[in-house]
Structures are given as structure tokens and as C-alpha cells.
């Protein structure tokens, strides 16, 4: 299943990306972590030191063999140059699996702690500055997104930019389930409202994760606000406080609460019907948006309008 964690900036989105990864990874669960956000802190997060998360390599530096790789022999993709962060899959692409040998793992996907392997866009450099935004860097993960099948038991997880940016690409409709981290403030919820309204003009999924919340009267705060949105609440964790500090991350100490808080965003995740259909259908939808805006009208003939990814088998 693939997921998005969303919120305002602050919110604590990050944080709760990776307690999902990490809890799911403790139970056998193949996960790969995805960091799409501009502040790319998700390996450490997850519990890799400051010194090897620096290290670790990006998506766009490997943006010509995603390419290459993915394209495979389609024979609608001539040259993996034309290829664009929305380019949909067809017959003759390579796909992705969550766990196999490819290239792409190889070359920008690396295992941070036991279970969960990570992959970054990558941050801002000195040439990008005043020059380029940040989706150039996001659409190698749309990219692989559009061409990664997932199977029963298997998570994607994504920390995303913070507020309704994500909207400004495709990649929000890459999901079975977004996640909106929300605190019980105003100003947050403000967050989740606009956010709500976008994804419900495009049927986009949304569950409501509260965080930061001290006491029932934050926690009915949030449910007037987001009414039956609201999945589950997060309070105050010395676990996740001391891992700030240096501490382990190892999700075995995290508080038993918290822990089933995050099994019922787990539960909540495996609820959601798949639909490869729809899943594709939108995928086309966004790369016509794209190919009409700015892209060249021409990039439609990239679309193959009898494919379907096939349903994956563990």
C-alpha cells in the first residue's frame, strides 16, 4: 500500500512517517520510505545518524537511469530523454517491485535501519537556488510512483511537503491513503480544510492523524473539527523526545498507546480497497494535464489506453 503523510509545517508529519515505517517494519512488513519533503529529514528520523544520512544517495542524481530503466522497450517512449515526472507506464515498461534486485535500488535506494529502506529527493544545492523548485526534484518520486506495484502486506511510505504544495504536481494522487498530521490549533486545521477541499475535487483519500495533543480537550477539539476524518490521536512521547536527543529509535520502546495508535493507521491503510484502474486512469489523467500545460501536447501519445498494471502476488 502506498501512503502520504501531509500537514502543516511543524505538525510533526516526519515524525509520524516514520513511526508508521518503523512499526511496520517491526512486524515483518516489507516498507520503503520515500522523503519527497524540502526538508529532508526522514533518514534521521527513522534512526540513521546526521554523518550517513548526508551521505546517502538521491533519486534526481540517478535521474537518467530511472529513466532508462523504467522505460524498458515501450515503444510509445522512443528515448528516456522524453520521459516526464507523469509519464505513465505502458506495455514494455519496466515496473517496480517494493522488495527485488534493480538498478534503481542500487544505485539510490539504501537500507538506514533493519526493514526500512530509504530514498530522498534530495535537498536544495547552491545551483538550484533562485532557479528551480523543489518539484523538480519530487518527480523522480512521482516518477517511480507511477511505475512501482505493491503488493499485499508491502507499504510505501512518503513524508511530503508541507501544506497543500503538494498539489502543484501529480503526486498527490499516487496513494491508496493520505495521512493529514494534524494539531489541535486553528491554524492547523485551516491546513486540513484546504487541503480536504482539494482532495475531495479529485477523490483523493484522507485520514486525519492528531498530534501533539495534551489532553481530551484537544482531542475533542480535533473531532468537532474534523469529525469522522479523525483516525487516531498522538500525545506527548518521552520515546520519540528522547530519540530528538540522540536516543534510540527503536520503535519497541515506544509507548504502548502510541504503538496502537499506529497499528490503527495501519488497519485503517489495509481497509482501502485497490483499484489498478483507477490507479492508472488517474496517473493518464495527470500526465495529459501536464503534457497540455507545459509539456507539449505531443506527450500524449505516451499514454497506452489498454494498459493496466497486473495485481502482484506475494
Not at 551521505?55 to 537518467?64: F, M, N
Not at 538550484?128 to 523522480?140: M, N, S, W
Not at 495508535?261 to 489495509?270: F, K, P, S
Request: charged share 25%; net charge negative.
Amino acid at each position: 500500500m502506498k501512503v502520504a503523510f501531509v500537514g502543516k509545517g511543524g505538525s510533526g508529519k516526519t515524525t509520524c512517517a516514520s513511526l508508521f515505517a518503523l512499526r511496520a517494519a517491526a512486524t515483518g512488513a516489507p516498507v520503503l520510505a520515500l522523503d519527497a519533503d524540502i526538508n529532508q529529514n526522514l533518514a534521521v528520523a527513522l534512526g540513521a545518524s546526521e554523518e550517513d544520512a548526508a551521505g546517502l544517495p538521491t533519486l534526481p542524481g540517478h535521474l537518467g537511469l530511472i529513466k532508462e530503466w523504467l522505460r524498458g522497450e515501450n515503444p510509445r517512449i522512443p528515448s528516456a530523454d522524453q520521459m516526464i515526472k507523469t509519464t505513465p507506464p505502458g506495455r514494455g515498461s519496466r515496473l517496480l517491485r517494493v522488495v527485488e534486485d534493480n538498478p534503481i535500488w542500487d544505485a539510490a535506494v539504501r537500507e538506514v535501519v533493519p526493514g526500512v529502506r530509504v530514498g530522498l529527493a534530495g535537498a536544495f544545492e547552491d545551483a538550484d537556488l533562485g532557479v528551480a523548485c523543489f518539484h523538480a526534484k519530487t518527480g523522480a518520486v512521482e516518477l517511480l510512483l507511477n511505475h512501482l506495484v505493491d503488493g499485499p502486506g508491502e507499504y510505501v511510505v512518503v513524508d511530503m511537503t508541507a501544506g497543500a504544495d503538494a498539489f502543484a504536481s501529480g503526486l498527490f494522487t499516487r496513494f491508496d491513503l493520505t495521512f493529514l498530521v494534524c494539531e489541535p490549533t486553528l491554524r492547523s486545521v485551516g491546513v486540513y480544510r484546504q487541503y480536504a477541499g482539494y482532495a475531495r475535487d479529485f477523490g483523493v483519500r484522507l485520514a486525519v492523524v492528531g498530534n501533539k495533543v495534551a489532553d481530551e480537550g484537544d482531542a475533542a477539539f480535533l473531532r468537532d473539527e474534523v469529525g469522522d476524518d479523525l483516525v487516531g490521536v498522538l500525545g506527548h512521547s518521552a520515546h520519540v523526545r528522547a530519540g530528538d536527543r540522540g536516543a534510540s529509535r527503536d520503535v519497541a520502546g515506544l509507548e504502548p498507546a502510541h504503538a496502537a495508535v499506529l497499528d490503527d493507521l495501519r488497519a485503517a491503510v489495509d481497509a482501502v480497497p485497490r483499484d489498478r484502474e483507477r490507479y492508472q486512469a488517474d496517473a493518464v489523467a495527470m500526465h495529459l494535464r501536464n503534457a497540455h500545460a507545459w509539456a507539449g501536447s505531443a506527450l500524449a501519445d505516451q499514454i497506452d489506453p489498454d494498459f493496466v498494471p497486473a495485481p502482484v502476488t506475494l
